[in-house]
């Protein structure tokens, strides 16, 4: 339908398809250029890719002007440009490709009306033009509007606007994208048809996915890590996955198989969609790491535009906006609108969660904060940075003078990998992780088996499991030092009181005994946590299996053995790479504990990083301690998923 618009002048202004009519007649206008032949998506591909890259570079001179490398500036934008949705909607022919290219020019526009005072209403106006261009390329922009008038609103009263000027820049920036989006409303629900109304779910037909689905994780997610095919219809049944399960999925893997082999024929004209091409199979285990690394990435990114979002916030009452602020407000705005109405449209797990294509302005904050940070810190391993240096190459990040670097190659990681304390470090990690990770699960597991059974008080033993995990690990190290001090603790205090002991015990002395003590208490802590993932998985196990295994003479452990723990594999894995992420990146109960002594035996190389690059100043060697131990986490996610998930086949 894309290309039959772009092709066909009567149908570039037809108000019943989904999209308006900008993108066609500049499309129209290249195949006019080009002619009707393969070259036309060739062409225009092309073209995109190259105003997306454009768009990109853009949108990080506007968002973050600190860069002091352009190295570093090139290797994100290019990094962006091959993240899997935005090729997808790079490349693909229709406006999805035009979201970010837009977004950025709202942004830079915007930015030049706040910054540049004596000429607001040339700007403003200038500002209603771009915005009404882009209402007519995507209709998704229409969440702006609203979006624009709260942030002039709080400008009219901070900065004491009169209301005369505050009226004159909202018509001049809003009135032009409010009449073409008024006029397309009225145009195409005078044009019925299937594009325009395939989109809604109709009356008395159920969801097939609510808000429930939009705002909970459910067990099957972990199904998606397998990268399968999205045309492939059955992981699209109705409620099967969460909403940030498909989204994860579409912003890591290619969904829409792009450049794969197409099982018929092309030629120009004809209609090719996604079920018609052929996945090649070395890209899947490709796509499925993808996913699994990008679980570090959603984590920052929840975070990271969770405290954008609360600093746009307090930026907009007290009105001083930043570059970064006005990104943040806009791209979740323009998500909102996406997100929202979900469980109301047609085909919803469909069509509905399809979000990489309504998310990328969003995702554009969420970079700001998160890619930065990573390059920066990859890029510091390879340098000598030296923060009390006054001279050189800087850049000013909150107000703060960050020295840049003095390029050294793989000095850093050759000079670690020679230290004694790394590597005595490294097999302290080592047997601190599995030690953890392994009473962690047999612990939560267990719980989880208990739990799982009928008995008075269960919901109170439930809630009361959650104690330890929901408290902070600083307070759970300031709890246990009450418990375990040598001179004042209660254990040893009840230990007395008890006739066990004739003398305190110091738990922190032998620097075995510490770590060990570091192990139990960081289960204690994190131990809940896998059972409640146990628990959620055993609940979701048919009571019909148990039914037949009793029925064939299994006992309890036969039932355990056969039934539950194959049906909770998924579930294994996702505790075991959590709890050995969290194992190697340990560091809060250290502080407070130990401090890494006795002479050191309870040094980590999280504390270990920590101390190199925050206690002696030393930023090049103390990242490259972190990088090693951020390779390390990967390379044991890579195994539990071929042990534990190689065998395992989502049901039917």
């Not at 772009?6 to 398809?17: G, M, N, Y």
């Not at 509007?145 to 809003?174: D, E, G, M, N, Y």
């Not at 390029?407 to 601190?432: C, E, H, K, M």
């Not at 969290?582 to 980590?604: H, R, S």
């Amino acid at each position: 339908m894309q290309l039959s618009r772009l092709t066909e002048w009567p149908k570039v202004f037809d108000f019943s398809a989904s999209d308006p009519p900008i993108y066609y007649l500049l499309g129209h206008a290249l195949l006019f250029l080009v002619g009707p032949s393969n070259w036309f998506p060739i062409a225009l591909s092309i073209l995109q890719v190259a105003i997306n890259l454009v768009a990109l570079w853009y949108f990080f001179r506007i968002t973050q002007p600190r860069f002091g490398s352009a190295l570093v500036h090139s290797g994100l934008c290019v990094f962006l440009i091959f993240l899997p949705a935005r090729i997808i909607h790079a490349v693909t022919i229709g406006p999805d490709s035009m979201t970010v290219p837009l977004f950025v020019l709202l942004l830079f526009l915007l930015d030049k009306f706040l910054r540049d005072e004596t000429l607001t209403p040339r700007n403003a106006a200038l500002l209603g033009l771009a915005l009404g261009a882009a209402v007519w390329v995507k209709y998704s922009f229409v969440a702006l509007i609203p979006a624009l008038f709260v942030v002039f609103f709080f400008l009219w009263t901070t900065r004491r606007w009169k209301l005369q000027r505050f009226l004159a820049i909202c018509v001049l920036s809003l009135a032009l994208a409010s009449a073409l989006s008024i006029h397309s409303l009225w145009a195409s629900s005078r044009a019925h048809g299937y594009n325009t109304e395939k989109h809604w779910r109709q009356k008395g037909v159920p969801p097939d996915m609510t808000y429930k689905d939009l705002l909970s994780v459910k067990a099957n997610d972990i199904q998606l890590f397998r990268a399968p095919e999205y045309f492939k219809r059955e992981i699209l049944r109705p409620h099967q996955h969460s909403y940030l399960g498909l989204s994860h999925m579409g912003v890591f893997t290619d969904p829409m198989n792009l450049f794969q082999d197409l099982s018929v024929p092309q030629n120009f004209g004809s209609v090719l969609i996604p079920d018609q091409k052929t996945r090649r199979p070395w890209k899947t285990p490709i796509m499925s790491v993808s996913m699994s690394l990008g679980i570090i990435w959603k984590a920052s990114a929840f975070a990271g535009t969770a405290w954008l979002l609360f600093s746009a916030l307090n930026g907009l009452v007290k009105g001083r906006l930043e570059r970064e602020h006005i990104t943040v407000l806009l791209g979740i705005a323009y998500f909102l609108l996406m997100f929202l109405p979900i469980p109301f449209v047609h085909a919803g797990a469909l069509f509905g969660f399809w979000t990489p294509r309504l998310i990328l302005p969003a995702l554009l904050g969420i970079f700001v904060v998160v890619l930065f940070p990573l390059a920066y810190s990859l890029w510091l391993s390879f340098t000598d940075v030296n923060l009390l240096r006054s001279t050189g190459p800087a850049i000013e990040l909150f107000g703060v003078r960050v020295p840049l670097f003095r390029f050294v190659g793989l000095q850093n990681y050759a000079r670690i990998f020679d230290d004694p304390l790394y590597w005595s470090s490294l097999w302290r990690t080592l047997y601190f992780v599995g030690a953890f990770v392994l009473e962690a699960t047999l612990m939560g597991l267990g719980m989880a088996l208990v739990l799982n059974e009928r008995f008075g008080g269960r919901s109170l033993m439930r809630s009361l499991l959650l104690i330890p995990w929901s408290l902070s690990r600083v307070v759970v190290g300031l709890l246990w030092v009450g418990i375990l001090d040598f001179e004042f603790g209660a254990l040893n205090g009840l230990l007395h009181n008890l006739g066990l002991i004739d003398r305190s015990i110091s738990f922190f002395k032998d620097g075995f005994t510490a770590l060990n003590v570091l192990v139990s208490v960081y289960m204690w802590n994190q131990a809940p946590f896998a059972a409640l993932l146990f628990l959620a998985g055993m609940q979701s196990v048919s009571v019909d299996l148990y039914s037949a295994a009793e029925v064939d003479g299994a006992g309890y452990w036969q039932r355990f053995r056969y039934v539950t723990l194959p049906a909770i594999r998924p579930i294994m894995f996702l505790v075991l790479v959590l709890a050995t992420v969290n194992g190697f990146l340990m560091l809060d109960l250290i502080y407070v504990l130990t401090m890494g002594g006795p002479a050191n035996e309870t040094t980590t190389i999280s504390w270990l990083g920590f101390q190199t690059a925050f206690a002696f100043f030393k930023f090049g060697p103390g990242t490259a301690i972190l990088y090693t131990l951020t390779a390390l986490c990967l390379l044991v996610t890579v195994i539990y998923q071929r042990l534990i998930l190689a065998r395992f086949e989502p049901e039917a």
